[in-house]
């Protein structure tokens, strides 16, 4: 318009001259937020995690870096151990004063901020001026760990990593390794306090052992052999295990290894990329189980492409002869061993888990993980889940999840298949918000780099059965990209969970349907199964009557009854379904 003046569309500058002392004068420190520094010998590990309820049990980490400089590295040259670097404090001091705003920047409160260190730092020819530069630059005490204390906190670090566990646990850091025997379930140290023994065999110092050893000649690997393989059995034995060791599992030959720590994380990637199913479905290393012999993997085609495996750095690659030579000499040590464990907690998951009371460490990971997403009526709905299912057993080769299924590489309890219910009640309606074309196929990923990718302490057992059960509940159809994801999930669980486990996801589909608020204010839907056999076949024989559902809330039943056909045998497996649509709830 003529005459009218025009707007000045120039960005302003935003003042910000006041925004630093809003921050200063507003009090917004979370205690629940717990900020720490793991000073080990590989690297210098920097976490704030945040332990409110009620996901505290899984420890959900806000924030997390790390600091590529090997402590106990930096102490040797040409062989002889020297004082750690200035130049190395200088990198240390500025890393924590850079952690340490960050701290701020999260809120979290001073006091929950803690430095803590291991076999490096208290080791170290300079360990006072080096704790001292820390303390000048950061105001902040670096706290040691004695060498007793700093296996009782890895073993439980480790027992954060899994819902309960029964036997050796070792945790292997730069400068040693420590043993110890722990007996939990569900949260519950079995046996009074944790007894542990350190080594002095941990990857870096194996790696130098291993320098010397070549230097040698062949006579001196034999001697390194035997001297670590009987050390391993003076650890063991002093460890005051109860009963014979070859019974430890009530079976001879049963010892469960649970291993933690870089060096032996860096192996489990490796025999991931050396498993049968190939690739391996779940990138977390944490929950990873494997028999002795996936473990003693000897696969030289995986070895020489080392770096490019992943998760595995060069660092980790040029250790790998140290430890090769630690796994098999660990075994000749301990021949009863016959699974093993790999867990990702440490001396961080071990000081946290130490501050959780009781009660919430005795709740189970997949519970606790999926506890924010639960309906408002949860126990209804997880009560009509499991009228679903049959809970009585009328053949041995038949078990649904509700029941215990013992294999050689997983032992879900009749709790832990429980909690698997809990999780998939939990979860019910959470994907309802996506497009409905990628509602299975996120449900899918959900478990493994979804919703609970980042979730501490869920087996890879659970993670797959959740995984399969939460696709079914939105109708189980995947495009082609998903689906060899979806068959590898299938057959590293087996095909008779896998079968059950879509069972229960079709089950959930009905009453997701029938409540998708997750709300149980009218009935709407009642389930009702039992369990038979008719000549050689076994079938399921599932009642549902339905009230207020139209034609679109029924094509579960449908799905239920593809299940039992031979089209719907997952490996082979199947169990004939016979549905029974009875009069409506009145």
Avoid at 6 to 14: F, G, I, L, N, W
Avoid at 39 to 61: H, K, Y
Avoid at 275 to 289: A, V, W
Avoid at 412 to 440: E, G, M, V
């Amino acid at each position: 318009m003529a005459g009218a003046s025009r707007q000045d569309d120039t960005p302003k500058e935003e003042d910000t001259s006041n925004m630093h002392e809003t921050f200063e004068k507003s009090d917004m420190s979370n205690p629940d937020l717990i900020a720490l520094v793991d000073m080990g010998s590989n690297g210098i590990r920097f976490s704030i995690s945040d332990l409110s309820p009620p996901t505290a049990r899984v420890m959900p980490t806000i924030y997390q870096d790390r600091l590529g400089i090997s402590l106990y590295d930096v102490q040797y040259k040409d062989g002889e151990k020297v004082s750690i670097p200035q130049e190395t404090i200088d990198q240390v001091c500025a890393a924590l004063i850079r952690f340490k705003n960050i701290c701020e920047d999260f809120s979290v409160p001073h006091k929950n901020i803690r430095i803590i260190a291991t076999e490096a730092t208290r080791s170290a020819i300079n360990s006072v001026e080096y704790r001292g530069a820390i303390k000048s630059c950061t105001g902040l005490e670096v706290e040691m760990l004695p060498k007793e204390k700093e296996g009782e906190i890895g073993a439980l670090g480790v027992a954060s990593s899994f819902s309960d566990l029964k036997g050796v646990v070792m945790d292997l850091g730069g400068g040693s390794i420590q043993l110890s025997w722990l007996d939990q379930e569900t949260g519950k140290t079995q046996g009074g306090s944790i007894r542990s023994i350190s080594l002095p065999y941990g990857a870096a110092a194996m790696k130098r052992h291993i320098d010397e050893a070549q230097a040698l000649g062949p006579s001196a690997f034999r001697d390194l052999h035997e001297r670590i393989k009987e050390d391993f059995r003076k650890a063991i034995s002093s460890l005051e295990i109860p009963g014979p060791i070859a019974n430890i599992s009530g079976q001879p030959g049963a010892v469960k290894l649970y291993l933690s720590g870089g060096g032996f994380r860096g192996w489990g990637y490796m025999t991931m990329a050396s498993h049968e199913i190939d690739p391996y479905p779940i990138p977390t290393i944490n929950g990873f189980e494997v028999s002795k012999t996936q473990f003693l993997w000897n696969n030289q085609e995986i070895v020489q492409e080392g770096a490019n495996v992943f998760q595995v750095s060069s660092r980790r690659v040029s250790q790998l002869p140290a430890i090769t030579f630690l796994v098999k000499t660990l075994i000749d040590a301990i021949p009863e061993v016959s699974s093993v464990y790999f867990a990702q907690g440490g001396v961080r998951e071990g000081l946290l888990f130490s501050q959780l009371p009781p009660e919430v460490k005795s709740e189970h990971p997949l519970v606790a993980a999926t506890r924010p997403f639960a309906p408002a009526s949860t126990e209804a709905l997880l009560n009509l889940l499991k009228r679903g299912i049959p809970s009585k057993i009328t053949n041995d080769n038949i078990a649904p999840p509700i029941e215990s299924v013992d294999s050689p590489n997983h032992t879900p309890s009749s709790l832990t298949s429980q909690y698997f219910l809990y999780a998939l009640i939990h979860l019910i309606n959470y994907h309802a918000s996506h497009p409905k074309d990628i509602r299975p196929a996120a449900a899918l990923r959900s478990t493994t780099t979804g919703l609970l990718g980042g979730a501490h302490g869920l087996a890879h057992m659970d993670r797959a059965l959740l995984a399969l059960a939460l696709c079914e509940r939105w109708g189980g159809e995947i495009s082609p990209s998903d689906a060899a994801f979806h068959q590898s999930l299938q057959r590293l669980i087996g095909p008779q969970r896998a079968w059950w486990a879509k069972y229960c996801g079709i089950l959930a589909q009905g009453i997701g349907d029938a409540y998708p608020a997750g709300v149980v204010r009218t009935e709407r839907l009642r389930l009702s199964s039992t369990m038979g056999t008719e000549g050689d076949e076994v079938f399921v024989q599932v009642k549902i009557q339905l009230t207020g559902i139209d034609e679109l809330g029924t094509g579960w039943v449908k799905d239920l009854q593809k299940l039992g056909k031979k089209k719907g045998a997952v490996g082979g497996y199947r169990v004939k379904v016979r549905v029974v649509v009875d009069d409506p709830v009145v």
